[in-house]
């Protein structure tokens, strides 16, 4: 298995500019979820999904757009970048979306910076 | 809302030295506790976890201990490794379907 995949691991954009983040994970799991990690303030929460079809909003979802067509894939869009968004971003996975005490798997993260 | 604060970094040890990482957090409910480490260019990876209060998490030698009544959760090694080197963060989960609330993370040097 190859777990939870993202790419492309290095991104530099314009202001302005658009972009997709792809996530994937082979794992069969229904949840899904986006953090960005910003010096000083840990990680924090974008979107999530309980399963293909169904996505809601995290802690800080302004600028980003998700879908979930497929129980393998969530991209998170940038539809208009802003130098704000400049941060590392962490897709993860779990194997269920009803128990809270399930492990979390990260990617390897993307790191954008927006200029 | 819930919150979960962690002690500033970064924590510089020598070899076999022990470790304490302090994790105090806030939270409406009973939350489940975790800690999560990143090694360098890495994703996170889960360590250790609680899930209700005076639950032990261990895991490579590592241990945490729920404490309601001091509302922390800190992490601990007897006898650290340079291998050890990473980011730790302390995190907590308190809303159903996984909601990870993280503390800001502890950087771990580790010298021989």
């Known amino acids: 298995n190859a777990g939870v995949t993202q790419t492309p691991k290095f991104q530099v954009l314009k202001t302005g500019q658009s972009m997709t983040l792809q996530c994937a994970q082979d794992m069969n799991h229904e949840y899904m979820s986006w953090y960005r990690q910003d010096p000083g303030m840990g990680l924090r929460l974008i979107h999530y999904s309980v399963g293909a079809g169904i996505t809601d909003q995290g802690e800080v979802p302004n600028g980003y757009n998700v879908s979930r067509s497929t129980t393998e894939d969530f991209p998170l869009r940038l539809l208009s970048a802003a130098p704000s968004q400049t941060s590392v971003y962490f897709c993860a996975s779990s194997p269920q979306r009803a128990e809270i005490t399930d492990t979390q798997y990260f990617g390897p993260g993307t790191r954008l910076t927006v200029l | 809302g819930d919150s979960v604060t962690q002690m500033e970094g970064p924590v510089t040890l020598s070899e076999e030295a022990f470790l304490t990482i302090n994790c105090t957090y806030t939270?409406?409910?009973?939350?489940?506790l975790f800690w999560y480490v990143q090694y360098p260019g890495e994703g996170l990876q889960l360590l250790l976890k609680a899930t209700k209060a005076d639950d032990k998490g261990s895991n490579k030698g590592f241990e945490a201990t729920y404490r309601k009544e001091t509302t922390s959760f800190h992490l601990e090694k007897g006898s650290v490794q340079v291998s050890d080197s990473a980011v730790y963060f302390c995190?907590?989960?308190?809303?159903?379907?996984?909601?990870?609330?993280f503390g800001t993370g502890t950087r771990l040097l580790v010298s021989p």
């Open positions: 939270a409406t409910g009973y939350p489940s």
């Open positions: 995190a907590l989960s308190d809303q159903g379907f996984q909601k990870l609330v």
